[in-house]
């Protein structure tokens, strides 16, 4: 299977290099080995997601560790100074003394990612200027002059690095920008393009909008949305439980770096960079997902069918699986603030579902995995 993903990713990629040429402003790009790893790992990981025989009952709890994740390094690469928790409580509707502008960036990427989701379900089958203008105009809501929100720009911008104030890159004129987004959106949106792997789509989307440099701020934060929006359109979803901005910012230096590197017009190393970072990110979630898997057997003996644990059921699970076994004392160790009864009951419901055993009647007795 890996062999025939390999052929069909040099087969696909070579068309789309023709076609992508053939619209925009002519980048080229090798696949390297490097990419074809990189798409392998992500398709590996995700048919491990999909067949996983234990998916928590907390599905919600991930992709909301997701979105926290997401508002926040989102935001945080473009210089918000909220700490992490605090972004999670802005974004659980607690106040937070902070910059007005900070706490307006974490709510208004909250309500990006609200939106691509929408239009996740409801499967659009274009991504158009007008939407683009709207993912703008929701990301720079009262921190953009409403003039510019949603607009394209009509003066000519650089982009600065922020500790030595060089200019590092000089986006197209003002007068151009209509024209690029149109033929932008005319190559995201032909058939042609479908038949490139949505990861590498994703990718080249994402450079091309930070290269158009569409409006005057926010165009990062957009092309990091729009690249997560081809990836769930193109059935990368993952159930949503992955974050590429958190790959981004833990080494913003990387990401900018190679961003410039695509400016010179070949892309490799920028989707060496990128798809290396969402086979990262797809990783650490089947890692999470194993982890409170057992293993091809356990799938079997449930007929196939998903085995849905709470919360604390999934704490019990990964505390068992890390240290061998659980005994009473260790309750209060494993789940705070919950009775003991509680978590008897818990287990009681994980010995029924035959995920683990009791071993020994006294209170020296231990729970250990099946």
């Known amino acids: 299977m890996a062999q025939a993903i390999i052929i069909l990713a040099i087969r696909v990629v070579r068309f789309a290099i023709r076609d992508y ?6 980048p080229s790009f090798i696949i390297t080995n490097k990419i074809l790893s990189s798409i392998s790992k992500i398709e590996a990981a995700e048919e491990v997601i999909k067949h996983a025989p234990l998916l928590p009952l907390w599905e919600k709890q991930f992709k909301e560790d997701a979105v926290v994740r997401a508002v926040y390094h989102g935001t945080h690469l473009e210089g918000n100074q909220l700490q992490k928790d605090e972004a999670k409580d802005v974004l659980m509707g607690k106040d937070v003394v902070a910059r007005p502008r900070d706490i307006q ?4 990427y ?8 929408e239009e996740v379900r409801k499967k659009i ?3 158009t200027e007008p939407f683009i203008k709207k993912v703008h105009r929701i990301i720079v809501t009262k921190v953009l002059d409403e003039a510019m929100s949603g607009e394209y720009r009509t003066k000519q911008v650089v ?3 922020s500790q030595t104030g060089e200019v590092t890159f000089t986006p197209p004129s003002a007068i151009d920008v209509p024209f690029l987004m149109r033929e932008f959106t005319y190559w995201l949106n032909r058939d042609s393009t479908t038949e490139l792997h949505p990861v590498l789509k994703a990718g080249i989307a994402h450079r091309e909008l930070v290269r158009i440099h569409p409006f005057v701020d926010g165009n990062g934060r957009v092309a990091r949305v729009l690249a997560t929006l081809i990836m769930l359109l193109g059935g990368y979803d993952i159930r ?3 974050s590429l901005e958190e790959y981004y910012d833990k080494d913003s230096h990387s990401y900018y770096e190679n961003l410039q590197k695509a400016s010179a017009g070949d892309l490799t190393a920028w989707l060496e960079y990128f798809t290396w970072g969402a086979a990262i990110e797809f990783d650490k979630v089947k890692e999470k997902v194993l982890k409170l898997s057992r293993d091809v057997k356990m799938k079997e003996r449930f007929g196939g069918k998903q085995i849905y644990l709470n919360d604390r ?3 019990l699970v990964e505390y068992i699986q890390e240290v061998g076994y659980l005994q009473n004392q260790s309750f209060g160790t494993v789940i705070q603030d919950v009775s003991e009864d509680t978590i008897l009951r818990d287990i009681q419901d994980l010995i029924k579902k035959d995920l683990i055993k009791k071993v020994g009647s006294t209170k020296a007795a231990r729970y250990v995995m099946v």
């Open 313 to 315: 059921q999934v704490k």
């Open 21 to 26: 040429n053939y619209r925009m402003q002519s």
């Open 125 to 127: 089958e274009n991504i």
């Open 240 to 242: 949503r439980f992955f």
């Open 110 to 117: 909250r309500k990006v990612i609200e939106l691509i989701d």
């Open 159 to 161: 982009v600065k690095n």
């Open 105 to 108: 960036e974490i709510i208004n």
